[in-house]
C-alpha cells in the first residue's frame, strides 16, 4: 500500500491529488516529503472572498507539517497559485489543509491541541519534534473554534471567583458553568475587578445572561457590584466555603493575639501549636490534635469563646427553611454583637450586611452544585502547575480553556487520540 493511498483515506482533498512521497535525511532525524497538485482543469479559490477564479502564477514550494507517521515528520509540498479575482485583485489562493499563511495543516493542529491537553506543551513538542510556539499556536485555534460553537443554550447557574496564578497578587477571574451535569470553564479574565469581571459576562452574550437563573459567588465587593448589575434577575447566592472561610481567620486572628498576652503575662502556654486543632473540622482531626482541643476547651479562654460561635454558625446550614434560618442567624449575630470579640463582631457585622445573599443559599440548594468552584478551583491550579508557570496572561487564558472549557471539536474523518 502507497503512502498516498493511505492519505486518501485519512485526508482527501476533492480539488487535489497527491502525487508522490519521497524520504529526507535532516539532522533530526528522517522527513517524509509528500506533494500535492491541484487537479486538471481545476481553478484556485480567492483567499479574500471565496469565489472561483482564474491563475494568474505560480509561487515558490511551500511546505506544511502534517501529522508525523511512525516517528518520522511528515510535510505537504504543495506551489501555491495566485488567483486573479474581480474583486479582490491578486490574491493568494485558499487551500483547504490550511489558512492563512500557517504552516501547520489544520488536522495537524487538532492533533497537538488534543494531546495538548493531557501532557505539558513542551512536553508535546519534544516527543513530536515541533516547537513550542506551534503546540500554542494549535491551542489557540481549538480554542477560538470551540469558542465560536459552543452551546450556551441551557446555562442556567454559574459560579464566580478568583484565584491567584502568579507572584506579586496577580489574579484570574473566572466564571463557570455549575448548572449542569458537565461543570466547566466559560470565562476567564486577568485580575479580579469590576471590568475584568464584567468582560467575562458580556463575553457570554445577553441572551445568554438573561437565561440565568443562579450565580454563587464569594463577598468580595468589586463582584457584588457587577452581578447587580448585569444578572439582577437571577438569585445570588453566597458561596458557604468562603462564608466559613472568613470565620477561620477570624478565629486565628483571636488566637494569635491571645496567645501573645498570655506569654507576655506569664501564663502557661495553653495556646501553643494549637492552631490547626481550632481551625480544621472536628471530623477531621487527628487524634493527637482532638487531645489537645479537648484540654484548650477546658479553659475560660477569648479564642474558645470565639471556637464556639463559630461551631454554633455551622448549625445554620441544617436548616431547611430560610425564614428559621434568618432567625436562627438574627439572634446568633446579637450574641456576638456581645461577645466583646471584636474580629468575631467584624465577622457579625459583614453577615448582617450579605443576610439576604447568605439565605439564598437554602433557596438555590438541590438546584446548583455550589460546592463545585471549589473543585474546579483545584483543577485550575492543576492546570498552571502543570505547565510550570505561563509567561503571559493570554497564554495561561488559553491553557485554561483549552483544559477546562469542554469546548467542542469538529468532526473529524479521522481520531488520533
Known sequence: MRVQT?????EKFKSFVYRGAHLE???????????????KHNRPVCSGCGKVGPAYDHLEERRFEFVPIWGILVFLSYRMRRADCKRCGVTVELVPWSDGKNRLTTTYRWYLATWAR???????????????DSVCRAVEHAVKWGLAHRDLSELT?????????????????LVYDIGGETKRLLAVEEDRTE??????????????????????????KPYLNVIAEQLSKAVHVLDRFHVMQQFGKALDEVRAAEAK?????????????????????????????????????????????????REEFQRLWDYSSAWWAGKFLDEWAGRVMRSRLEPMKKIARSIRNHRPLILNWFRARGQVSIGAVEGLNNKVKLVT??????????????????????LPEPERIHRFC
Not at 535525511?25 to 491541484?38: N, T
Not at 459560579?159 to 489574579?171: F, K, L, N, Q, V
Not at 469581571?197 to 459567588?217: A, D, T
Request: glycine share 6%; aromatic share 10%; with cysteine.
Open 25 to 39: 535525511e535532516q539532522d533530526d532525524g528522517p522527513v517524509l516529503v509528500v506533494r500535492v497538485e491541484p487537479r
Open 195 to 220: 471590568v475584568s469581571l464584567r468582560s467575562c459576562l458580556e463575553s457570554l452574550g445577553e441572551s445568554v445572561r438573561r437565561q440565568i437563573e443562579y450565580v454563587c459567588s464569594d463577598m468580595w
Open 6 to 10: 493511505i492519505l486518501n483515506r485519512v
Open 385 to 406: 502547575r502543570k505547565s510550570y508557570g505561563f509567561r503571559t496572561p493570554d497564554v495561561a487564558k488559553l491553557a485554561l480553556l483549552h483544559a477546562l472549557g469542554q
Open 118 to 132: 493531557r501532557l505539558s506543551w513542551s512536553e508535546v513538542g519534544s516527543i513530536f519534534r515541533t516547537s513550542w
Open 157 to 173: 447557574a454559574v459560579g464566580i471567583d478568583e484565584i491567584a496564578w502568579a507572584r506579586g497578587h496577580t489574579y484570574f477571574t
Open 261 to 309: 498576652r498570655l506569654l507576655n503575662d506569664g501564663y502557661e502556654p495553653v495556646l501553643k501549636r494549637s492552631r490547626w486543632c481550632l481551625l480544621k473540622r472536628p471530623e477531621n482531626l487527628t487524634e493527637k490534635q482532638t487531645v489537645k482541643l479537648s484540654e484548650i476547651l477546658k479553659y475560660n479562654l477569648r479564642t474558645v469563646r470565639a471556637y464556639l460561635l
